[in-house]
């Protein structure tokens, strides 16, 4: 059980900092004995898979300064400090919680590639790193999207037809294993929006 929690102060609030916070953590483990564990908190985070009308996935192209480069991903939308706040109040209302991550979902949709769902679905929630943070990422899945605008700067948006995309994102994944990747999610969101679409089978077993 948890002892004491306290809160390291990292720089004053600002563009880009309101959600981050490291947390020194005191807790009983197993056996009655005390472990320190040093946690960090982020916003939470929404990743999108988008489908066009007829079918075909919206995929990005955009610069990641962990790995230096442009690489080929969902479309994802951090929660602002007002969006935070809501999902705080909704705390355990599933309905309040889901409502919120939805409506990151279509802000990013629309702010990232100029796009626009009515059909939107929460996949999954899942902790960014269960050991060491409290983020979390929400899986969506958005079909028969429209164009309603334009993609934001440095965002370039392209159209793949399931097989290639699943194809891209799988195989960049496991291409070099020593390598570092970036598109860990993507393929997660993916698998789960397939299976959701009834794209995904599994051979063999019994």
């Known amino acids: 059980r948890l002892i004491s929690r306290r809160d390291i102060v990292l720089s004053p609030e600002g563009e880009n900092t309101y959600g981050l916070r490291v947390f020194r953590e005191e807790w009983y483990v197993s056996g009655g004995k005390r472990k320190i564990y040093w946690r960090y908190s982020l916003p939470h985070v929404v990743m999108v898979l988008p489908l066009t009308t007829d079918g075909r996935v919206i995929g990005i192209g955009e610069f990641s300064p962990g790995i230096g480069t442009s690489y080929i991903h969902a479309p994802s939308e ?7 706040e809501r999902w705080r109040v909704a705390g355990d209302s599933e309905v309040g919680a889901r409502g919120v991550a939805l409506d990151v979902a279509r802000r990013g949709l629309a702010e990232e590639i100029g796009y626009r769902s009515d059909k939107l679905e929460l996949l999954s ?32 948006p392209f159209l793949w037809d399931p097989k290639n995309w699943w194809g891209r994102v799988r195989n960049y994944s496991d291409w070099n294993p020593t390598a570092k990747h970036a598109g860990g999610n993507t393929l997660n969101l993916t698998v789960l929006a397939f299976n959701k679409l009834g794209l995904l089978s599994v051979k063999g077993g019994g």
């Not at 951090?78 to 935070?84: G, K, L, N």
């Not at 943070?133 to 993609?151: K, M, N």
């Open 125 to 156: 929630s899942v902790l960014q790193d269960s050991g060491r943070s409290e983020r979390l990422i929400f899986y969506v899945l958005a079909q028969d999207c429209v164009q309603t605008g334009e993609p934001e700067e440095g965002i370039e």
């Open 78 to 84: 951090t929660f602002e400090e007002e969006e935070m």
